[in-house]
C-alpha cells in the first residue's frame, strides 16, 4: 500500500508566480489535511478537506491560497502570487473514513523556495 | 484553543541509554487525542505513537512509550536503547476528539544521539 503521495518534492518560484502543489492520499483514504512548516517551527494546520468539501480551512490565509480535492486525482493547495514569506515546507496527510483514530499519516513534503 | 508545549528544544542521549522527551498541552476537553511524530533528516513526518485520553494505561511501541499524566496535562515520550536512527526532530501533538480534526503541534525537540 503506498504511502501519501506529494509532488513536486522540491518547487521554485519567482515572487508573483503560482505554486501548485499535489497530494495523492493513500488508497482508502478518504480525509487529506494540508500544513505548513516553516523554518525551526512546527507544522501549522491550514486546511482539511474530503472528497469534493473543504471542510476547515480555519488555518488557511485568507488571500491567495486555496485548496481543493475532486472525486477525481490529488488534492491541489494553490498558492497565487508568492510572496517569500510563502517560503516552506508544505505537508499533507491523508485518514481513513472517520474510525475512532483518525490517525494522519503524512507526505514527505513539498518545499517551496520563493526568490 | 488547544496549545502544545516542548519545552527543550534540543536533547542528546549516548547510544543505548534512555531519554524523555517532554511535552504539555492546554485544553478544556476530556477526551481527545495525543500523537509524538518523528522527523528525521529526510524531513518525512513519521508516527511513533498515539495516546487516548481517556484510556489511563500508558502506550508503548517497542522501545517507545509514554508517560501520560492527564491532570498534569502532561505527555512524554521515553525512548530506551537509543540508537543512531532516533536521531531525529521529535513532535508532541494533540487532536481533539470533536467535529475538529487537525492536528496541534509543538515546536519540536531536536534529538541527538552520540555514538
Known amino acids: 500500500n503506498a504511502g501519501v503521495m506529494q509532488n513536486p518534492r522540491h518547487l521554485v518560484r519567482r515572487r508573483g508566480q503560482e505554486a501548485r502543489l499535489r497530494c495523492s492520499p493513500m488508497?482508502?483514504?478518504?480525509?487529506v489535511y494540508w500544513y505548513r512548516q516553516l523554518p525551526e517551527e512546527g507544522l501549522k494546520f491550514m486546511v482539511y478537506?474530503?472528497?469534493?468539501?473543504?471542510?476547515?480551512e480555519s488555518g488557511m490565509p485568507k488571500e491567495r491560497f486555496s485548496a481543493e480535492f475532486p472525486k477525481e486525482g490529488p488534492s491541489i493547495l494553490r498558492i497565487q502570487q508568492v510572496v517569500r514569506g510563502d517560503s516552506a515546507a508544505y505537508f499533507c496527510?491523508?485518514?481513513?473514513?472517520?474510525?475512532?483514530?483518525?490517525?494522519?499519516?503524512f507526505g514527505p513534503g513539498t518545499r517551496l523556495t520563493v526568490l | 484553543a488547544q496549545t502544545v508545549t516542548q519545552s527543550q528544544p534540543e536533547m542528546s542521549v549516548q547510544e543505548a541509554e534512555t531519554v524523555t522527551l517532554s511535552c504539555t498541552y492546554d485544553t478544556s476537553e476530556s477526551d481527545y487525542y495525543l500523537f509524538w511524530y518523528k522527523q528525521p533528516p529526510s524531513r518525512q513526518m513519521i508516527l511513533v505513537i498515539r495516546q487516548e485520553a481517556y484510556k489511563q494505561q500508558n502506550a508503548t511501541e517497542n522501545r517507545f512509550s509514554v508517560n501520560f499524566q492527564k491532570a498534569a496535562k502532561s505527555f512524554s515520550l521515553k525512548i530506551s536503547d537509543s540508537q543512531l536512527g532516533d536521531a531525529a526532530m521529535y513532535f508532541c501533538a494533540y487532536r481533539s476528539s470533536g467535529s475538529a480534526r487537525q492536528l496541534t503541534f509543538g515546536s519540536g525537540t531536536q534529538l541527538t544521539v552520540l555514538p
Open positions: 496527510a491523508s485518514s481513513p473514513p472517520l474510525s475512532t483514530w483518525d490517525t494522519q499519516y
Open positions: 488508497k482508502g483514504h478518504s480525509h
Open positions: 478537506l474530503q472528497k469534493e468539501n473543504i471542510i476547515d
